[in-house]
């Protein structure tokens, strides 16, 4: 019963993330309700609720599913590898924002693409940065060596 209910869970919450994303593609984030969202999801406003308080914290769901993928990238780097061969790098990000493209379009639009790459760059380096002692006294393989 309770896979089930996350199976559930998980599924709605991508149904109100998806109007969102179609929403922002449309319109300005601060003119999206809870209203537009449940008519776009088709759903009722209260399933909106139960699962967000406020369209802000769909948006913060949908930027933080956007930027982990890339932190999983940052984990893997070999930093030696990273400035040898840069474009491998830049070849799975490229990945990335393929795959959810319309999502990245609907945030930049949100943001504005200078604020975007730039916080998504500061994250980027302050991971790379933090992890770097790790990278140096790890034996593991990794995607970038």
């Not at 406003?45 to 930027?67: A, K, L, N």
């Not at 493209?101 to 790379?128: A, C, H, P, R, W």
């Amino acid at each position: 019963m309770g896979q089930l209910r996350t199976k559930v869970t998980l599924r709605t919450r991508r149904t109100i993330k998806d109007a969102v994303i179609r929403l922002l593609s449309e319109q300005d984030s601060q003119s999206i309700t809870i209203s537009q969202i449940a008519r776009e999801a088709d759903i009722n406003r209260g399933t909106v609720y139960s699962h967000y308080s406020t369209v802000r914290d769909v948006i913060d769901d949908i930027v933080s599913e956007c930027i982990n993928p890339f932190f999983v990238i940052v984990e893997q780097i070999n930093i030696t590898t990273f400035f040898k061969k840069p474009e491998i790098f830049i070849s799975e990000i490229t990945k990335i924002i393929s795959e959810k493209f319309e999502t990245y379009k609907g945030l930049i639009k949100m943001v504005g693409i200078e604020s975007f790459l730039f916080s998504l760059g500061n994250q980027i380096f302050d991971s790379m940065t933090s992890n770097l002692d790790l990278k140096k006294t790890s034996s593991k393989k990794t995607l970038f060596e």
